[in-house]
């Protein structure tokens, strides 16, 4: 009958027991021959007599085992959290959403550029500072500056670095339309930094407070820095470090290839974002006495532009 209902025997015994032998419900396992109130008052006196202030549950509920006084440790947390006996603490704060639902990749050249600092090691001189620059659109380290001590003046020495090799000089409101995206770290939130970005025209970006991802362009730079240079190398001297870092700067730029740039090296996307593949340059000389060389971008090119008086000279773009 059993097998027909498909019912173990077990079940079917245990079910006819329970009339019988009724049970209130109870917690399984041992029990404690303490009451709650009991209980309630080994734990303040534990508190009391400590030498300890501030311990949590569980010291509270090994101290009276020395005493043989026995008893579980969720027990004993479910009385000290009913009675407000915790032990003071700092309160999870609750995840926030991001605040940045974007992207802090930009779409062209100088157009949005990261700084940021990381710590090198020299036999010499020890901990050094390490500052670089890099292009949030193309990933190109613009300037790398290692000094003894990471100052404000020295935070600034890769922008000047960028400034003169992007624009050609340094002089006031030169960098208009850059951006510049930083951490909330004292040299760049400094005076003197501020100062100096906003001479060149070059506005302050930070990124959120505790969240790196803002500047993520320059952390992953560090991160290759460190794994293709800073881990696998020692140096004896600041000099040594900082030909080694412009070395690596040179290299990363023409031949780290990244996979979001088509596995293109930074330089190669700086070459393709000035020039696009198809494009042709032509060159115009007048024939006219006194004019000058003009340059200029063409998509494509008719016959029709191509007129008496003048030269033309095409130059595919590689």
């Known amino acids: 009958m059993l097998n027909a209902w498909g019912l173990p025997r077990s079940t079917f015994y245990e079910r006819r027991r329970r009339p019988l032998c009724p049970r209130p419900p109870a917690r399984r396992g041992p029990k404690t021959c303490y009451s709650d109130g009991e209980l309630l008052a080994e734990?303040?006196?534990?508190?009391?007599?400590?030498?300890?202030?501030?311990?949590?549950?569980?010291?509270?509920w090994a101290r009276p085992r020395v005493r043989e006084v026995h008893t579980s440790m969720c027990g004993g947390l479910r009385l000290m959290r009913e009675n407000d006996l915790l032990a003071p603490q700092r309160q999870p704060q609750p995840v926030e959403p991001k605040r940045h639902d974007g992207t802090i990749l930009a779409e062209r050249p100088n157009q949005m550029w990261g700084i940021d600092a990381t710590v090198?090691?020299?036999?010499?001189?020890?901990?050094?500072?390490?500052?670089?620059?890099?292009?949030?659109?193309?990933?190109?380290?613009?300037?790398?500056?290692?000094?003894?001590?990471?100052?404000?003046?020295?935070?600034?020495?890769?922008?000047?670095?960028?400034?003169?090799?992007?624009?050609?000089?340094?002089?006031?409101?030169?960098?208009?339309?850059?951006?510049?995206?930083?951490?909330h770290g004292s040299q760049f939130m400094s005076d003197d930094f501020q100062n100096e970005i906003a001479f060149l025209g070059i506005a302050s970006s930070p990124a959120f407070v505790r969240e790196p991802e803002g500047n993520g362009c320059i952390e992953r730079f560090f991160r290759t820095l460190k794994e293709q240079l800073l881990w696998v190398k020692d140096f004896t001297t600041l000099e040594e470090l900082a030909a080694a870092l412009e070395e690596f700067r040179q290299r990363y730029n023409d031949h780290w290839l990244l996979e979001r740039l088509s596995f293109q090296s930074p330089r190669q996307a700086r070459r393709e974002a000035a020039c696009p593949r198809g494009c042709c340059m032509m060159i115009i000389r007048t024939?006219?006495?006194?004019?000058?060389?003009?340059?200029?971008?063409?998509?494509?090119?008719?016959?029709?532009?191509?007129?008496?008086?003048?030269?033309?000279?095409?130059?595919?773009?590689?």
């Open 43 to 60: 734990i303040r006196r534990t508190i009391q007599e400590s030498p300890i202030h501030g311990e949590g549950h569980r010291k509270v």
């Open 120 to 183: 090198g090691f020299t036999v010499a001189e020890g901990r050094v500072a390490i500052f670089a620059m890099v292009d949030h659109a193309t990933a190109g380290v613009s300037g790398i500056h290692v000094a003894k001590r990471g100052t404000r003046f020295e935070a600034l020495e890769p922008v000047r670095q960028a400034v003169r090799e992007q624009f050609g000089s340094f002089a006031e409101n030169i960098a208009c339309g850059v951006r510049l995206r930083h951490d």
């Open 287 to 318: 024939n006219c006495p006194g004019n000058r060389v003009r340059y200029n971008f063409f998509s494509s090119l008719r016959v029709s532009d191509c007129f008496s008086g003048m030269a033309f000279l095409l130059t595919p773009i590689e």
